[in-house]
């Protein structure tokens, strides 16, 4: 089954990469890792913490360097091609942290301006209003959710074609999370972009992902349109007869019980599993998709041998 959860994501891609490996000493970070974001997608990159999400980010934007393999961004180079493809990105890090931090946020913010020709110094200015960013504030003062709403409005102010998102909502209090995915919602209404998150807050990004990518000690286990993923990863729940013990004709990534009543999370085919699953002695109550999160839960839970 693993093979099938790499769907390789018709469409022209904005970001690509083929066989990236990265190694930190004998710590595997990247383990030939085959990304594929398609122009103007949303993608939810999702995985524990030393996953890799972090330095397949900063790969991308030739923060670090691959150890081997290539990654593309929008046909360049991310090491040939720097400064192109970094022209054309918005990028939040992982860490709260600022250059120039003896400067005042509007000093930070007009000097970030000048690297990008695009900056859209109106929409700047809405932004710092929406997350009440004081521009007057020395960038040393500010706390770690303060220099997080600075970074998104460097991120977003110049309508980038490629938003690179290291969880976005890092240090910020739940108000301000949701204010926060509220802009970025409105962004892509307004502005056309290719997105790619980084998060282990799935809950968050429920609403905006259309693809979703699992990674695990470096590994793309899981690459998937959510078209795919809702219509393929099921639950079904229902009761069995005493002495039942066949299995239902799908993957199982998971099983629980109680009595009789069971609930399984399948892999299927797409088609209708109801009767199929009658077929082998369960009497169906329900057949659901799965939330973005709780499909994350089940992959990364999911055996590698399955």
């Known amino acids: 089954m693993i093979s099938e959860l790499h769907n390789p994501l018709a469409g022209a891609a904005a970001v690509s990469t083929s066989a990236l490996c990265k190694r930190y000493g004998t710590q595997i970070a990247l383990d030939c890792l085959d990304l594929n974001v398609p122009e103007g997608a949303v993608y939810i990159l999702v995985g524990p913490n030393g996953a890799g999400k972090t330095t397949l980010l900063r790969t991308l934007l030739d923060l670090c360097r691959a150890d081997s393999g290539q990654a593309q961004l929008f046909g360049l180079s991310s090491t040939q091609d720097g400064p192109a493809v970094r022209s054309q990105i918005g990028y939040v890090p992982d860490s709260p942290d600022l250059s120039f931090t003896d400067y005042k946020v509007g000093e930070l913010l007009r000097h970030h301006s000048v690297y990008f020709p695009q900056w859209d110094s109106d929409y700047a200015k809405r932004l710092t209003t929406s997350l009440e960013v004081n521009l007057d504030s020395r960038c040393s003062t500010l706390s770690k959710g303060q220099v997080r709403r600075v970074q998104l409005v ?34 892509l209404d307004t502005s056309p972009t290719t997105v790619l998150i980084s998060t282990h807050l799935v809950h968050e990004v429920e609403g905006l992902g259309d693809h979703l990518g699992v990674l695990r000690n470096g590994r793309l286990i899981a690459q998937l349109e959510r078209s795919e993923l809702d219509r393929r990863l099921l639950v079904a729940r229902g009761e069995v007869s005493d002495g039942w013990d066949l ?3 799908f993957p199982v990534l998971s099983h629980t019980h109680r009595g009789r009543e069971h609930a399984w999370t399948l892999w299927t085919d797409g088609q209708p599993i109801e009767d199929r699953l009658a077929a082998t002695g369960i009497t169906v109550r329900s057949v659901e998709s799965l939330t973005l999160e709780g499909a994350t839960r089940a992959l990364l839970a999911m055996e590698t041998s399955s």
């Open 154 to 187: 460097q991120a977003l102010a110049h309508r980038p074609a490629l938003l690179l998102l290291d969880e976005p909502t890092d240090g910020l209090d739940p108000l301000v999370r949701d204010r926060v995915m509220g802009l970025v919602a409105e962004h």
């Open 247 to 249: 299995a239902p004709p």
